[in-house]
């Protein structure tokens, strides 16, 4: 039912003018060594990613640990400050805000972090967690705080009665539920999903799963849905952009990526998603060798020591993302696809 909805929302959302527009995103991370603890090499985390979130949409982001996803949804959220490229939020560029022009996008923009427990003070009852942003920004009375957090709670599925209670006495599930609360404590039109559910049991997965399409639905969200799992990628994502050390090699509406990938590096993770439909299995792709180290990248493509189909030109020529249809729906960033393939 679920996957119905990612090709209908996709195409109802195609037309309009993207919430997040990330162009040419940068981040290196200096590595130092020695006494004097001097500069030695750069880290190319984020290697100029493009891709964009309409209103109303979920944009899954893709690919193995390290990667580079997390990195991009901190980038988005000014968490961490980037080393080149823009971030278009309604039309602005928030990698140029700063003080209270900042604080008033950061209640737009939320994040709901992969471990449920590390995210929350244990010290802190989770109702003074939940309406912490009301208080910050000086939104309402005590009284008014109270009750909005209580009806927060109330939608993410925990009694106002919890918000006295403290992280400890909650399952791996109910302090997620509590992390969605506190992002959605302040009205916002977008929401990182860092990982949010790979540290809960399956059963539990789905639940949460659940909640946040009824909430998407509810509120008119948008969702930037950062994950591994391609299986849990395909229920959720309306588009999906798969990346490879550091830079999109793929975007695609999610129910075409699923049937027919265009990237090697897609259709090797998607030949690991578990099928309990025999006939529907694809054969398993073995990706051959390690990761390249961010550090010291490959030269030309990125992928091309671990691609079956790599040729000479790939390790000269750097790929660009390029469009297979009129209309840019469908983005490859491989020299053996596209009208000029080699």
Not at 82 to 104: A, N, R, W
Not at 121 to 149: F, M, N, Q, Y
Not at 150 to 156: E, G, I, N, R, Y
Not at 292 to 316: D, I, K, Q, T, Y
């Amino acid at each position: 039912m679920m996957s119905e909805k990612a090709g209908v929302s996709g195409s109802a959302v195609a037309s309009s003018a993207p919430l997040l527009e990330v162009r040419g995103l940068a981040k290196t991370f200096p590595v130092r060594a020695g006494a004097l603890q001097r500069v030695v090499g750069q880290v190319r985390a984020v290697d100029g990613v493009d891709f964009e979130v309409r209103a109303g949409e979920t944009l899954g982001l893709v690919g193995e640990s390290g990667c580079g996803k997390t990195t991009v949804g901190r980038l988005i959220l000014r968490l961490i400050e980037p080393t080149g490229g823009s971030v278009l939020f309604e039309g602005t560029d928030i990698t140029k805000l700063s003080g209270s022009q900042l604080k008033s996008y950061r209640r737009k923009a939320q994040i709901v972090f992969q471990d449920p427990f590390a995210s929350l003070d244990p010290r802190t009852p989770i109702g003074e967690a939940v309406g912490e942003g009301l208080r910050i920004h000086g939104i309402g009375s005590a009284k008014e705080r109270e009750a909005k957090v209580a009806k927060t709670l109330d939608m993410v599925g925990l009694r106002p009665e919890s918000a006295r209670r403290y992280p400890h006495e909650f399952s791996g599930g109910q302090r997620q539920r509590v992390g969605i609360a506190r992002a959605l404590i302040l009205d916002p039109s977008l929401i990182v999903l860092d990982e949010p559910v790979s540290a809960l049991d399956v059963s539990i997965q789905a639940q949460v799963l659940n909640l946040l399409a009824e909430l998407q639905k509810e509120l008119g969200l948008s969702y930037l849905f950062i994950a591994h799992n391609l299986g849990v990628v395909e229920h959720l994502c309306d588009r999906i952009a798969v990346m490879y050390l550091g830079k999109i090699v793929e975007t695609a509406p999610a129910a075409e990526l699923f049937k027919e990938p265009s990237h090697p590096y897609t259709r090797a993770l998607l030949s690991a998603v578990p099928e309990p439909d025999r006939r529907e299995r694809r054969d398993r792709i073995i990706l051959e060798g390690d990761v390249p180290s961010p550090l010291n990248p490959p030269s030309g493509c990125s992928f091309h020591p671990r691609c079956r189909e790599s040729v000479a030109a790939c390790s000269a020529t750097t790929p660009s993302l390029i469009s297979l249809d009129p209309v840019g729906n469908r983005r490859v960033s491989c020299l053996r696809r596209g009208p000029d393939a080699v």
